[in-house]
């Protein structure tokens, strides 16, 4: 059965086909024929955003929340480009999205026509694949095959532009499309002879750790690893984007590893003769030095991705395929084998670092409010169920490390790319896409005031997430460098100098939304009580901190993990510990 429509037409009828509920763009010229359909579309919401960027990070949002493929869409040129920044942060962190852009018409591609930019070949290191499509046949069958790609194996982004004349031009309609990636087979299944080998080399370690990243949540096997850490009487560490996949109240659990892990966790992986590394990169910010990382320990690297098997650090066993058969076919290796090692001493020596060196902070002499402090009343009072969505910088690792996550995929956060500005319109996509859901963004004042303009969106759809502003009236990490390595020259990170520019809770007014401030110890579960009480609007809560909080512990970048600092010129003892 086919149907004669307009290119425009076949693409709102191929989204609704593969079950896009909502989507978040800006019109403009190339892309506005798409718009026309949209409007009479009864199964798609489109969501008109602020800044493109919003679009983007909004679709993350609700990607990662849901598990679905997020969708955003921007015209041409200045529209298009405004997508780079969340296409690369969906890159760096594997989130299904799917970017649709309009293009100018095929006849003008490559004469710099007005709002052109060769947004395919601009995104092409950065999507895991991307389309031009210039013919209206082609748009059903692109479709299909874009949210195939966003989806499975390592997931990821995917840009599909399309030409104004391909929208425009007439097409017969038929779904489902035939498919046509001959090339394109991701890897499953692992191999059961690296299973074996790596349930031998588990039998046999003495100093064995868990290191989970979100490819373990990604391929939804928190309960599989659950299964396996408590059959082998494993330590888990677990990265900034796989926080809430084991549970942080598990005894076995001995927090994030990194620059500002734990020192537990930074300890379990220095200390080991075997790191069992699932869904994981080893990148710079928990390896520090590579070639002081873990220096006597094998590894056991299990990725859906083969192009990160061994990248930066060598695999003794490498397995591709998805981290859940990975690790159920772990848990049955282990089983069969009826060994299992002896872990006494080990894990005497890391719940002696665990009590030794537990995470803390310290309280300002001016009774001024913690930030850290905030975070945990946070987490007492909002609880496990929610999902917590935060920026990028100091308030990042405070999130991290002091809000308890028992939950998978309860922490959304901008983990490899690092985007300032994500937080807002991210948690805005996560309670679209949950609506049911707490959802609260916790921002510093510097990231807050890069897409803070999606409050009117959020306001104005009904959307009532809760944003928490950390609120040192600085760049705070970049403050904190300054400290530590720039002899306190505090060269341009000062937001505020002496007046409260801008009044958070006037802007949050002037948007629609509810302001709050909070700059006592005294009064920070009150106010949030008060946000968790209203639910029809957004509720903005500037909390006013300490401008010298700083996070601990830390690893200088590119220093050896063995110089782990928990506070200035403080460092725990390891030579006692071997």
């Not at 609700?62 to 997020?70: F, I, K, L, S």
């Not at 990194?258 to 080893?282: C, E, N, P, W, Y």
């Not at 590119?558 to 403080?570: C, E, H, K, L, P």
Request: proline content about 6%.
């Amino acid at each position: 059965m086919t149907e004669r429509m307009t290119g425009a037409q076949a693409l709102v009828r191929a989204l609704e086909h593969v079950g896009v509920d909502t989507v978040f763009g800006i019109p403009g010229g190339a892309i506005l024929p798409a718009y026309d359909p949209l409007y009479d579309s009864t199964k798609v919401r489109h969501v008109l955003v602020r800044h493109e960027q919003g679009a983007g990070h909004a679709a993350e949002g609700y990607a990662q929340a849901t598990g679905r493929v997020g969708v955003c869409m921007a015209t041409s040129g200045p529209g298009a480009t405004n997508l780079v920044t969340p296409i690369a942060d969906a890159f760096m962190d594997s989130v299904p999205i799917v970017a649709i852009t309009g293009q100018v018409a095929s006849s003008m591609i490559g004469t710099d026509a007005f709002q052109e930019s060769d947004i395919s070949g601009i995104t092409m290191p950065i999507t895991k694949h991307n389309f031009l499509v210039t013919d209206a046949d082609d748009i059903p069958r692109t479709i299909m095959e874009a949210f195939h790609i966003a989806s499975t194996g390592r997931p990821g982004p995917v840009l599909v532009d399309i030409s104004k004349d391909a929208l425009q031009a007439q097409t017969e309609f038929r779904w489902p499309p035939t498919m046509q990636l001959p090339g394109y087979r991701p890897v499953t299944r692992p191999h059961s002879k690296q299973i074996r080998e790596a349930a031998k080399l588990i039998a046999e370690s003495k100093r064995p750790v868990l290191y989970v990243g979100g490819g373990v949540h990604k391929a939804r096997a928190s309960t599989e690893l659950l299964e396996l850490a408590e059959l082998a009487d494993i330590p888990v560490v677990t990265t900034l984007m796989a926080r809430g996949t084991f549970p942080d109240g598990h005894p076995q659990h001995l927090g994030m590893p990194g620059m500002h892990g734990s020192v537990s966790a930074v300890g379990a992986l220095q200390k080991s003769d075997l790191i069992i590394g699932l869904g994981v990169r080893f990148d710079d910010r928990v390896t520090g030095d590579l070639s002081t990382f873990a220096p006597r320990a094998k590894i056991v690297h299990a990725d859906i991705d083969p192009a990160e098997i061994s990248k930066n650090r060598h695999a003794d066993v490498p397995i591709v395929g998805d981290c859940r058969e990975v690790i159920t076919d772990l848990i049955a290796a282990i089983r069969a084998s009826g060994q299992k090692g002896d872990y006494s001493d080990w894990w005497k020596l890391l719940n002696g670092l665990k009590e030794t060196y537990p995470l803390g902070y310290d309280t300002a002499d001016d009774g001024s409010l913690a930030p850290q402090y905030v975070m945990e009343r946070l987490s007492a009072i909002v609880g496990p169920d929610a999902y917590y969505v935060s920026g990028v910088g100091q308030h990042q690792m405070w999130a991290a490390q002091f809000i308890e996550y028992e939950k998978p995929g309860t922490f959304i956060n901008s983990g490899g790319l690092g985007t300032m500005g994500f937080a807002v319109p991210a948690a805005m996509g996560a309670k679209m896409g949950c609506p049911d859901a707490t959802v609260w963004a916790i921002d510093g004042d510097g990231c807050f005031q890069m897409t803070n303009q999606e409050l009117a969106t959020c306001a104005i759809e009904g959307v009532p997430i809760k944003i928490a502003v950390i609120n040192n009236g600085n760049l705070g990490m970049v403050r904190q460098w300054q400290t530590l390595f720039y002899d306190e020259r505090y060269s341009n990170t000062d937001l505020q100098t002496t007046r409260r520019i801008p009044d958070f809770v006037k802007l949050a007014e002037a948007y629609g939304c509810v302001g709050l401030r909070c700059e006592r110890p005294e009064d920070v579960d009150a106010v949030i009580e008060k946000a968790m009480e209203i639910n029809d609007v957004p509720v903005v809560i500037d909390f006013v901190v300490h401008q010298d909080a700083m996070v601990w512990p830390m690893i200088a970048g590119g220093a050896s993990n063995d110089t782990i600092q928990i506070a200035v010129d403080m460092a725990p003892k390891w030579e006692n510990e071997e």
